[in-house]
């Protein structure tokens, strides 16, 4: 841990870019998701990216290799989705710790790789704790606005699991993303303050939410300076945002919220918003120029790509960043 707060005080730290849009140029099949283990598995398995860790894990090294050759400081795991709830929807609830313990392990073993050539360098892995596909803030039924299709404890739980076997495969950092609903975020949160007490750890947490339209607030509501108020009881590494957005629109919302706090600040947005193909068109020269922004205005510590970004996008961010001093932070052993 005091590495990763050795070097956030020095510099910005290159987090990685998308997991997803470097797995789509591999054009795997549902035969290759499947692999020689689950051949025969009950259920389609196309589009579940975490199993490639299991099923095709040379792919999930590269990708973590290419973004360490690109100058990423910070690799994620490819564990988006990897909780019982949402892993539910391929009935592999059964399979979570593995998957997550497997991903972990390929991501440090990669980034220990790198740090022993560039010792100057260190590279970290954080685990990433994706919001799940239920919100327990809402409900999904707009005739019956007071149900809810998860409970805070079924979060907490699930997340908790997920957590433990990030740690026990190595993570350096633990990183919830792309949160729409405070109040997931905040099980992921009360369920790693639980496995640090239980194991008496400290481990870095990052914070990562997501402003989804125009509107400048969470899909549950909240503004980015409440966002940062809700969750600044427990001691982060970082707070930020991540998806939805382009850089240039996301940079209003750190701008609200670099001044009010002491926390390390993060953003690895979207390559753009999407065309009407769902493809991201912004090239990684437009990306880093918008991101320069920030560096200008003083507002990051941790910067990276979230969708359709590519290791170019973070060759040109890195580039960048190198310019610039990180704003202070307070360290929150």
Known sequence: MKNIWNEIEKRILVLDGAMGTMLQAYKF???DFRGERFKDYKTPLQGNNDLLSITQPHAIKEV??????AG????????????????ADYEMEDLVYELNFESAKIAKEVADEFTAKEPHKPRFVAGSIGPTNRTASMSPDVNDPGYRAVTFDELRIAYKLQIEALIDGGVDILLVETVFDTLN?????????EVKAERNIKVPIMLSGTITDASGRTLSGQTAEAFLISVSHIPLLSVGFNCALGANLLQPHLEAIANKTDFAISAHPNAGLPNAFGEYDESPEEMAAQIEEYLKKNLINIIGGCCGTTPAHITAIAEVAAKYKPRQVVVNC
């Open 72 to 87: 990423a400081d910070i690799v994620e795991t490819n564990t988006f989705s990897g909780t019982t709830i949402a892993m």
């Open 185 to 193: 975020a905040k099980a992921a949160l009360f369920a790693i303050e």
């Open 64 to 69: 973590h290799a290419k973004y360490f050759v």
């Open 29 to 31: 099949t549902e035969e």
